[in-house]
């Protein structure tokens, strides 16, 4: 059974060592959602953008991939990490009425990325949000999941279903 690794025994917070891991090439993929109010899917199936900020969808993938390199900064015990590459996507599905944000995060290194993938995802929702809300406030960020990690010691892991 796994153990907490961010705890010490006396209950205490402190950040795991990994000096002694080896380097390897991890991988992490992240998925989140955001359902749209009527009025700003009907201006994005429009393809009414940009809106007075600029795109919404090209603002919030830069903002999810500086996200990402800021990860040490707002998670309070994640390792710093060279980033190898991130990649965040952000999609209108139009049958779901709705933006599925994807961040890809990569690294060869001791520790994994998928914080840094689960927080690309975070900030571009929140970015797309700011975005919009001058149209609708109404949008629900939900569903911010990692869907596959791979490398390191634990190998690679699948999300059961990663649908978003």
């Known amino acids: 059974m796994a153990e907490w690794t961010h705890f010490d025994t006396q209950g205490r917070p402190n950040m795991v060592d990994v000096g002694g891991k080896p380097v390897s090439h ?88 998928e914080m840094e993938a689960l927080t690309a995802v975070s900030v571009a929702a929140l970015v797309f949000y700011d975005m919009c809300k001058g149209i609708d406030k109404g949008m629900v960020i939900r569903d911010i999941r990692l869907v596959h990690k791979s490398g390191g010691k634990s190998g690679e892991w699948n999300a059961e279903t990663e649908e978003l």
């Open 26 to 113: 991890r991988r992490a993929v992240a998925r989140g959602w955001i359902d749209l109010p009527d009025a700003i899917f009907a201006k994005l199936a429009e393809g009414d953008t940009p809106l007075a900020k600029g795109d919404p969808f090209k603002v919030a993938e830069l903002g999810g991939i500086m996200g990402a390199k800021k990860t040490p900064e707002l998670i309070p015990l994640c390792h710093a990490i060279r980033l190898d590459g991130v990649h965040v996507r952000l999609e209108l599905v139009r049958e779901k009425k709705g933006v599925r944000v994807t961040a890809e995060a990569s690294a060869r290194d001791v520790t994994g990325v």
